[in-house]
């Protein structure tokens, strides 16, 4: 019996008299049922020694997260999505022809708000440039390249779900096209080259998604888990997914797994009748032909495929990239479809992170180019030398257009266009809202934010426009707060260090403290690490790796506290008195009555991740809002005290006073209005 992949749904192939449960498979739930908030779980699979299976969702909102294939016995894990409908809902997993059924829970009814999107856009760079956030999927329709479609995503640097943006001016406009697109989190991008209304999106959580009509309406064509590539091979196309190689051969209508592989496929290309992939565990796989089959060439099992570029002049000629733990990118090449292989020279003093990010081979020449962290670089004989040239910041993707002087490269602050062979950059994406916000203060019409890569930004007239901090260095995430008695001082704490502004948001000061320094990896994830005593103004406090520091004189000059809670992570103080004080660390969770001279930890028995955020209520001091690192699915969301006590019970009883509240990701802030 063998099995299909048609717009996401299952068709079985029976041989004669065979049944539809392959005989000896079995799982070990019929079923489950979950909550509108959503979940995980594992199902075991039992077959006989040596037998082959796929677990694959029917259903959108189940994700198979894990043990996507398997010979023999094994399992798989699945996570559902929150229920933001108000109608219970079924759907179900196949594996070897048994189903398993997840029912799950009404949601509540929606919160009668609308959202308008307001920014960061256009943001200041050079004099001439206008930068976004994190763009690192492309399409371009060749025969009018000002119809071009772009994506962010997760699969190589930082997280990004901003969907997909069209412009068909080359990039003077962009206009998002996200209906029907329920996994903004979109890794690859492929535009039929005869018609441009046909585009496919391989997302991180759900797979592949075709739109017939340039991508205002999507609907989901095979539910293959994360898919971060699409290649042509003639007539058919390739994709990487979480479940392997997988073809369509009618324009991303219907797939089916041409070669299933025990690790996510994280990369393939194709020319000339040669294909390649490679996987999260390190193996490239080359096809030779056609109707050839698959083999396995190389492998690395210590880091992961990132890149793959073929030479279409010279199909026997493919360069990959492979990345570590430790993120340094080394590249390697073959002359003779992987019979061989040997490390590439790459240019000296390449990248401060090491190797190259990306790279692409010039479609009409041997020209192979590669872009790092700052620079792009070209060679014409296998590496032995390079031409470099400067480029933007942060490169994770480069396309080379025929003709070989326009390039375009994908990068954290967008995508940059040069038509002089890199001599020259100009922004293509100005427009476009994807920048990676982990932090925003508001007062009347300015706004100050954090976001992945760059200095402070602000807005002074709602989002109309938007300034950028110039003079302080560059960071990672980060916190944002403006002086709620005070708005001229505002502050901001990242990987770049603490700042503060006393005219309004507009320009910044570093404070320099070498104890507090800049926030740490793990604060990365929280926003909540500045906090101002609502009753004292004057008082500001920061969470650091070092601890919690206190300035008395509006956030100019900080000292230690000395209160030995490090590393601190999340700080929050009661709006009813100065002394209560809320800190998350990454060891617990702390409260003190006292001014910090004594402090009694929170016990959360149902949530062991991380607290990210922490809301004291204006109105009643025993209502608290903490929000977890992780969704609801995995323990996380947001929990409620509506006592004040420190015990936490488990959120599995209606009673307890802290209580789960649906979110589809991580919570990076909570708020409660007065």
Not at 317 to 334: C, Q
Not at 445 to 472: K, P, V
Request: glycine share 12%; aromatic share 10%; charged share 10%.
């Amino acid at each position: 019996m063998r099995h299909f992949i048609i717009s996401g749904l299952i068709a079985w192939l029976l041989a004669p008299g065979a049944s539809l449960a392959q005989t000896g498979y079995s799982i070990s739930l019929a079923s489950a049922n979950v909550t509108a908030f959503g979940g995980i779980g594992t199902v075991y699979v039992t077959v006989p020694s040596g037998s082959a299976w796929s677990a694959i969702s029917a259903t959108a909102w189940i994700r198979v997260y894990s043990g996507f294939n398997g010979t023999g016995s094994g399992s798989f894990g699945y996570s559902v999505s929150p229920n933001l409908t108000q109608s219970a809902r079924t759907g179900s997993v196949t594996v070897g022809g048994q189903t398993f059924t997840i029912n799950q829970g009404a949601g509540a009814a929606p919160f009668p708000i609308t959202w308008t999107p307001v920014g960061p856009h256009h943001i200041p760079g050079t004099p001439t440039d206008q930068q976004s956030g994190k763009l690192q999927a492309l399409a371009i329709y060749y025969n009018n390249p000002n119809i071009m479609y772009t994506a962010g995503g997760r699969f190589l640097g930082p997280f990004n779900e901003t969907g997909v943006f069209k412009t068909v001016d080359g990039g003077v406009s962009w206009t998002p096209v996200n209906s029907g697109l329920v996994d903004p989190i979109v890794n690859a991008l492929w535009v039929d080259q005869t018609n441009p209304n046909v585009v496919l999106a391989g997302t991180d959580e759900q797979g592949i998604f075709k739109s017939t009509d340039g991508g205002q309406t999507w609907n989901l064509a095979a539910n293959l888990g994360a898919t971060s590539g699409f290649a042509l091979d003639g007539t058919t196309l390739l994709a990487a997914t979480a479940y392997g190689i997988a073809v369509s051969s009618d324009s991303g209508s219907t797939w089916s797994i041409l070669h299933a592989t025990s690790s996510t496929v994280w990369a393939v290309a194709a020319t000339g009748g040669v294909a390649v992939a490679g996987t999260q565990n390190g193996t490239i796989l080359v096809r030779t032909s056609a109707r050839g089959s698959w083999q396995t060439v190389y492998s690395n099992s210590s880091s992961g495929v990132v890149y793959l570029a073929i030479d279409p002049l010279e199909p026997q000629i493919i360069y990959v990239g492979f990345a570590g733990h430790n993120g340094v990118v080394v590249t390697l090449m073959t002359r003779d479809s992987g019979n061989t292989w040997s490390a590439l020279t790459g240019p000296n003093g390449v990248s401060p992170y090491g190797g190259l990010n990306a790279l692409a081979v010039a479609p009409n020449s041997h020209v192979l180019y590669g872009a790092s962290v700052f620079n792009i670089y070209s060679t014409g004989d296998g590496g032995q030398t390079w031409t470099t040239t400067p480029a933007p910041y942060d490169n994770r993707l480069i396309v080379v257009l025929p003709g070989q002087t326009t390039i375009i490269l994908g990068s954290d602050q967008g995508l940059h266009k040069s038509t002089d062979s890199g001599k020259t950059w100009t922004s293509l994406s100005g427009s476009i809202y994807s920048s990676i916000v982990t932090s925003v203060a508001v007062r009347g019409s300015t706004l100050s934010t954090r976001a992945q890569d760059f200095s402070a930004l602000g807005s002074l007239d709602g989002g109309s426009s938007w300034i950028n901090g110039g003079g302080i260095d560059v960071g990672e995430n980060g916190a944002s707060l403006i002086n709620p008695a005070n708005p001229n001082y505002c502050y901001t704490y990242s990987s770049a260090g603490y700042q503060y502004s006393t005219d309004g948001c507009q320009s910044w000061q570093s404070v320099s403290v070498a104890e507090l320094g800049a926030i740490g990896l793990g604060q990365n994830c929280c926003s909540d690490t500045i906090a101002v005593d609502p009753s004292n103004p004057s008082v500001v406090y920061t969470a650091s790796q070092a601890g919690v520091f206190k300035s008395v004189d509006l956030g100019v000059t900080m000292t230690n506290t000395n209160w030995g809670l490090a590393p601190a992570m999340v700080i929050a103080v009661s709006p009813f008195s100065s002394k209560s004080i809320y800190v998350a660390t990454s060891l617990g969770t702390y409260r003190t009555q006292d001014g910090g001279s004594t402090w009694s930890p929170l016990i959360f028995a149902a949530a062991p991740v991380l607290v990210n955020t922490i809301a004291v209520s204006p109105k009643d001091p025993n209502v608290v809002l903490f929000g977890l690192l992780q969704p609801p699915a995995y323990g996380g969301g947001v929990l409620k005290s509506t006592d004040g006590d420190l015990h936490c019970i488990s959120r599995a009883d209606s009673r307890a006073p802290f209580r789960p509240m649906a979110i589809r990701h991580h919570c990076a802030s909570v708020r409660m209005g007065s």
